[in-house]
């Protein structure tokens, strides 16, 4: 069975940091390129960042662009996201994807 588990998620201030991580299982982890989205309340998904399977091609959104940060570890099943400089903006639920199969998202809250 196909599962993807986001965990890190939290409450932070402006300009803080995260580090969101996404377990695998039931599927070929290292073949596939993987993505980060996330929506915020009222808000549309947003794409974010993908990671193809090497490692070697990160690609972002220009809203995350400079301050977010994907890698994964193919040997543990495992994409993270490392995010910087938070801003109120970036609260919303995180999400990894697989194709078009997400987990249950991991809540970050930015506020002061």
């Known amino acids: 069975q196909v599962q993807l588990v986001e965990s890190g998620g939290g409450l932070v201030q402006p300009g803080a940091s995260l580090r969101l991580s996404c377990a695998a299982s039931?599927?070929?982890?290292?073949?596939?390129?993987m993505n980060w989205v996330r929506q915020a309340p009222g808000k549309e998904l947003e794409w974010i960042s993908s990671l193809n399977s090497g490692g070697t091609d990160p690609k972002y959104a220009d809203s995350v662009k400079g301050r977010f940060t994907i890698s994964r570890d193919n040997a543990k099943f495992t994409v993270y996201l490392q995010m910087r400089n938070l801003k109120p903006e970036d609260t919303a639920v995180y999400y990894c994807m697989k194709g078009k199969l997400r987990g249950p998202g991991t809540q970050v809250t930015v506020s002061s």
């Open positions: 039931g599927f070929t982890f290292s073949v596939y390129t």
